[in-house]
């Protein structure tokens, strides 16, 4: 039976659909380490789950009062990509998810297209949102701000109030939130610590959730 969902569910990425968030932090806090930037990665988890890896930088490089070496970018993106391409899933269900939903679904990320075409083929799923794949490089400003999923609701002909997006961070929620939609909480990432969901209800999540088969029921509003 298929579910009754909304016009269109927008799925965040990293922490959604495919389960890379402590794998990108480990590699995040020892290249950082390297550099002369140690910081805990539980704080690089809290501080900078879900914002782009250049609003990261900049506040890495404020904080310490210099900036990150020449190549830092592309040094810590290659080795995420060897951790991905080593140990990387997908969040379980969330193919079964996808068949379920008669709504338009796309991807809305903080992530840049060239790192969502790689991680999401890696797991299978770039053929199932391709082309409506949207990242923070289009648009001005990146989570908490609003654009991106603005950005994705315009290019998918859907208004914000008929969307539902899934995120699994605060500035993911807060940006949800800010374009008109409902957002909802998922907190079965491998990165997830206990209270988390309660953060996400803070921000303003209508719900959470930690498996996505309880998604469908949530998003008939029977969760």
Not at 42 to 57: D, K, N, T, V
Not at 179 to 200: D, I, K, Q, W, Y
Request: proline share 6%; charged share 20%; with cysteine.
């Amino acid at each position: 039976m298929s579910i009754i969902s909304p016009s269109l569910v927008i799925f965040d990425c990293d922490g959604v659909l495919i389960d890379s968030e402590a794998l990108a932090q480990r590699v995040e806090a020892a290249c950082l380490a390297e550099h002369g930037f140690a910081i805990p990665i539980e704080e690089i988890a809290q501080r900078y789950l879900g914002i782009s890896a250049a609003a990261m930088f900049a506040d890495l490089e404020q904080r310490f009062g210099r900036p990150l070496p020449d190549g830092f970018a592309e040094l810590l993106s290659r080795r995420i990509a060897t951790l991905f391409e080593a140990e990387l899933a997908v969040m379980p269900g969330v193919a079964a998810l996808i068949d379920r939903i008669e709504a338009a679904v796309c991807v809305a990320s903080s992530s840049r297209p060239e790192r969502l075409r790689h991680t999401l083929s890696l797991v299978g799923l770039h053929h199932r949102f391709a082309p409506n794949i949207f990242s923070a490089t289009q648009v001005a400003r990146g989570k908490p701000a609003p654009d991106l999923f603005l950005f994705a609701a315009e290019r998918m002909g859907v208004a914000p109030s008929a969307c539902v997006v899934i995120e699994d961070s605060v500035p993911g929620v807060q940006a949800g939130v800010a374009a008109g939609m409902r957002v909802m909480g998922f907190t079965g990432g491998g990165h997830c610590a206990p209270g988390h969901g309660s953060r996400l209800l803070e921000a303003g999540a209508t719900t959470v959730f930690d498996r996505m088969d309880k998604l469908a029921p949530a998003l008939a509003g029977r969760g």
